[in-house]
């Protein structure tokens, strides 16, 4: 019997293990060979060995720390967001019954993010925006959202939010929707306040789900490329300029293979501490309760 | 071992000909002359022309259509984002895919196309007899701007008298100006008329009047955002400081030149007009100024030339009636006028090169180029100068070919888009507030190395800056 | 069901509020897309922002639909996103019932299929297209279904792992032991238990395929375009032709909106079902 089981289980994954590891380790592979060299797309020009220099070149660059902190920042303030917001308002939706708004909310999650990037750069725009429009008009005075260095960055991420919350706002519903009522009904006789009830009840039970929801926000994020290629371009100077944007830039642009590829192993490499850090708080989530 | 691997993986992708063979090729001697003398019957061939979608893009595939009705062959006409093409030529040459037969490209991307090999020496071509259209007039281009767009001598090919493409999209930096805003400010001439500013100095003193005079609009706008639009602002503006023409960022060793004093002065310049510019200029790119000035809340802006049209599109422009144009202002050198726009070049994998050829002369011809004009595509061809009706709808024609005369250039080697990359991030930090000089001569170290890294040799002419 | 104590009157307008108020900041510009769609060129930047108050007219989706590629590529994105997700969700639900069955070194090959996930597509772009160009499969319907698997089927495969934990194992059991193949089984028991989680999935994979712009850009030239990349081509060099550009976006969210509202019941039930267990 457990023999059977084991080859039925690998039959089972089999397709999917092979069709992913046809189409990342080829590419992988390629990536850290190319890496090691001067290499222009086309073949015409001459590919030169030239070892780790690039890796050294690249840590060489302060470009490449902005992008690195300009990613960091963005991920991790646009998830953060992502997630209290999405949690807050998926709370009110399910104490207030208002269950009819979710769809209306899920729209900014099927708009083309290319389009979002096109709507949002018009909406932040100083002189013709509608945004400092109202906010000039209720007496506010107009923001300067996307000439500086700082403000560019915060109104990327705004517009992060405003494309993704919906994403978790229903994950989190769906898991306020199917918490048990035990817990609550053994909270209400200890007499605990609504604000203990949320913080000791309600709270853990949606970890688990919490950090489902952040592992792939996360992931997501750390990628993003269309709304940063439509509002800002990478600038003003190199200030949105995010990793996944440099590579494309590099790569696409530059025409500079070699030097996108070490850009690109090196990005995975911070993806992976990245991401085995939150495994480790996933597990300490899972397994602690 | 993974070399070899990697090495056997590429070489196992077919070439171009495993696909090409299905195709019955005729002679181009037994195809018959359909039209014009030379243009030859090409039923069942299908020509792909790779372009962006732009002013020109009407007319020109209304041309093709024609070509197709004429000639029988089958043109596809693709149509992408511009941003996207430079990429997808390379790669889909690299994969030899002979995707495309006609390409269209910026021509500060030539390096790339030509050193990888990308396109076919035209020179060849326009000398033979079979293919060539005999009234094509190449002379009839203006000199300087088929230099630019054509000709390619950075780098590793040195053949002066190859030709590698032709104009496709004519574009000079120019200025544009509200006549009504200008009057009622006072900023007239001795004819009492709207007077644009001729020098930044006298722009500076304009935009001061503008401000105060009307404090809801924008006195000025230029396209400020990093990378293409940055250094395209500054070109201008360095070489009328002083800056070497036609290239002020280099030497012919790509040895950084843009650090000097000109450099400085130019960057300052632009410095002290910030506060006159919207305080998110650094977003600006050509499409933001473009609405900007459309919408009628600038009083003087810069663009290329290929977004004129729209100003003067009263569908698309409150400025329509208003709306008028001048050279970009200059220095103490003169005003030399920046030059940018898009070549056409016949891709070396191409499947049907010589029914591409006769396409490629069919749209850049002299004998289309009015009608081409007058449908808002922008033609480096003195007659398309010189014709009364053209000048009547675009009333900015004659501005550039005067402009050409004492043109200024990016570069076009194949560093050239990191190099520009490199220069407009740093220019955007100088406009943020860091210091000009310092910064300037960071960036022409970091220009140094890069030309270095890509194979060209900088040293040639001097040590690191 | 949220137990909650009797909120006055008050508190629960504040919070109706509160929503009301998010959702605005989250709809609005939506609609500012969708009624700028039927605006002249004129309209569209006017400040106040006209969203009734205009001339309405359907030339945008008359000349999106004419004179421009836009129905064939809204047919080949159709196609893109349906094969995919059907693809992801054969290969994904497969493999998530093999990992949360067996236990064959799950937990690694699980986070082996997130790393996939975490793999920016930009780094595998070139490369791929190199193989798929010596395949033959650049610009043809196959190839962007089979390189969306990349991003969806880790997905499909940690949601689908979920769900299957929550199948109890006592009922797979009592099937195998009535003489039942494990085909059988998983078709017949396993299945039907976790459809609202296949919906839920198929149609997250199916947004994330429908929108995807990168890979779509590299792996297609003009036979199997999609529909973000001819939206993007309404954004020229000179000028964005905002009227084609909001009409033909306007219409793009179309299907997916369809799909979420046909399964909204699925949905919220699926994800519910997946995502939180004890």
Known sequence: MPRTRKTVGYALIAPAFVSLFLMTIYPLAYVVFVSLHHWAIVPLIPRVFVGFQQYISLFRDSGFYQSVSATLVYTCAAVAAEMLLGFLLAWLIAKTRMLWIRLLYLLPAVTTPVVVGLIWRFFLAYNLGPINYFLSSVGLGRVNWLGGSTAALMSIILVDIWQWTPFTLLIFLSGLESLDADPYEAAVVDGASGWQILRYVTLPLLLPVATVILLFRLLDAFKTFDIIYMVTGGGPANSTEVLSYKIWHTAFFQNRIGYAAALSIVTVVIAALLLRSLIQVMRNAIHGR | MLRKLVGLLILLAPGPGFAAGQQEKIAVADRPIVYGGWLRSWSGVEIVLSTHLGSNSDAYKQMCLDFERITGARVTVLEESWTDLLGKHLSSFAARNGAYDLVTFFYGWFGHYVEGGLLQNLKQWFAGQQLADPHYAMEDFIPAVLEVYGRYKAGFYKDPDALWAVPYKFDVYTAQYRADLFESAGIIGPDGRARPPATWKELLADARILADRFPDLTPVVMPLAVDDPMVSTYLPVICSYGGAKPNPWYDAHLYPRFQKEPGVLAIRMLKQLMPFMPPDVLNYDYDRVNILMAQGKAAYALNWNAHLPVLLDPSKSKIAGTVRFDHTPGGVEGRPQGLGGWSIGLSSDSRNPEAAFQLLQFLTGRKRAVELALKGGSVARFSVVNDQEVVKRYPYYPLLVEGAKDAVARGSDRSWTEIQRIIGVELNKILLGADERQVLLETARKVFDAAQEAGYDPAKSGPRP | ?278
């Open chain 3, 1 to 278: 069901m949220l137990k909650r104590k009797r909120a006055g009157g008050l508190v629960r307008l504040s919070q109706q509020v509160v929503l009301l108020l998010g959702l605005s900041f989250f709809i609005f510009p939506v609609f500012w897309l969708i009624s700028s769609s039927f605006k002249h060129d004129v309209d569209i930047f006017s400040l106040p922002v006209k969203l009734l108050a205009f001339q309405p007219t359907l030339a945008n989706f008359a000349r999106v639909l004419e004179t421009t590629t836009i129905p064939r590529l809204a047919l080949n994105s159709l196609f893109t996103a349906g094969a995919n997700v059907v693809l992801s969700l054969l290969i994904g639900t497969l493999a998530a019932y093999g990992i949360s069955r067996r236990h064959i070194r799950g937990q690694s090959l699980l986070l082996w299929f997130l790393g996939v996930r975490m793999f920016p597509p930009i780094v595998a772009a070139v490369p791929l297209f190199m193989v798929a160009a010596a395949l033959r499969l650049v610009d043809t319907g196959l190839i962007l279904p089979i390189v969306h698997l990349l991003m969806n089927v880790p997905f499909t495969i940690w949601m689908m792992k979920s769900f299957i934990d929550d199948v109890p194992l006592e009922v797979e059991e009592s099937a195998l032991m009535d003489g039942c193949s494990h085909w059988t089984v998983l078709r017949r028991v396993v299945l039907p238990l976790i459809r609202p989680g296949l919906v839920a999935t198929g149609v997250f994979c199916f947004i994330f395929s429908w929108n995807e712009f990168l890979l779509a850009t590299v792996f297609t030239q003009r036979v199997a375009t999609t529909l973000p990349i001819g939206i993007s081509s309404f954004v020229t060099k000179e000028q964005i032709l905002w009227g084609p550009l909001t009409a033909s976006a306007t219409l793009a969210t179309l299907p997916p909106m369809a799909l979420a509202w046909i399964f909204n019941r699925y949905l919220v039930r699926g994800l519910t079902f997946g995502a939180v267990k004890p």
